[in-house]
């Protein structure tokens, strides 16, 4: 089964941009979609994006135009920037592999998430 | 956007006990629902996608049952090892959006 990791600083200043890494193992980046999703200390889940191989992508609203997500298929990654960062983007950071059959989609599996903190 | 509520927030029950919790959408999103449990400082785990069925490698004592906008998931008979946060998640619409957890706890 596919494995993914994710990889990045674990500290981030405020206005400064997050980037982050998922690499991908035990299978093809290719014929899939990729999402990523983060999670609050202490708090729930929040969809950021996802991806498909080809590069077409679509982003939560909420992040206002600050996200870009984006495939490098010569090396299995998936990558995630997010610009402008303040406290409220501290998060841990998963990336997933978003499964669709008709026109539901879930996510399995997941990366183990890397906590990214903004701070001065 | 698609709000998923979920109730209740947290639950106490003991090994052996049925438990059943709901996510409820502001709109009618099919069977377009997918349960997930998180253990602390854990990555999520799919149990259930389309609303009913088990995902690979789940127990059966998971279940998942709605249409439109109600959903519940039961777990038949606690185990130990089901004491977690559990979030229901919409894939009707973008943005996907999830239920904000129900911690079940030991009694």
């Known amino acids: 089964q596919v494995q993914l990791q994710e990889s990045g600083p674990g500290l981030v200043k405020p206005s400064e941009t997050l980037s982050l890494t998922c690499s991908v193992s035990g299978g093809s980046i290719s014929n899939y979609y990729w999402t990523w999703i983060r999670q609050p200390p202490g708090k729930g889940l929040e969809w950021i994006g996802n991806i498909y191989y080809s590069g077409n992508t679509n982003y939560n609203p909420s992040l206002k135009g600050r996200v870009t997500i984006s495939v490098d298929t010569s090396k299995n990654q998936v990558s995630l920037k997010l610009t402008s960062v303040t406290a409220a983007d501290t998060a841990v950071y998963y990336c997933?592999?978003?499964?669709?059959?008709?026109?539901?989609?879930?996510?399995?599996?997941w990366g183990q998430g890397t906590l990214v903190t903004v701070s001065s | 956007d698609i709000q998923m509520t979920q109730s209740p927030s947290s639950l106490s029950a003991s090994v052996g006990d049925r438990v059943t919790i709901t996510c409820r959408a502001s709109?009618?999103?099919?069977?377009?629902l997918n349960w997930y449990q998180q253990k602390p400082g854990k990555a999520p785990n799919l149990l259930i996608y389309?609303?009913?069925s088990l995902h690979t490698g789940v127990p059966s004592r998971f279940s998942g049952t709605g249409s439109g906008t109600d959903f519940t998931l039961t777990i038949s008979s606690l185990q130990p090892e089901d004491f977690a946060t559990y979030y229901c998640q919409q894939s009707f619409s973008t943005p996907r959006t999830f239920g904000q957890g129900t911690r079940l706890e030991i009694k």
């Open positions: 997933a592999t978003a499964t669709w059959l008709a026109r539901n989609n879930w996510f399995d599996p």
């Open positions: 389309t609303a009913s």
């Open positions: 709109q009618t999103i099919d069977t377009y």
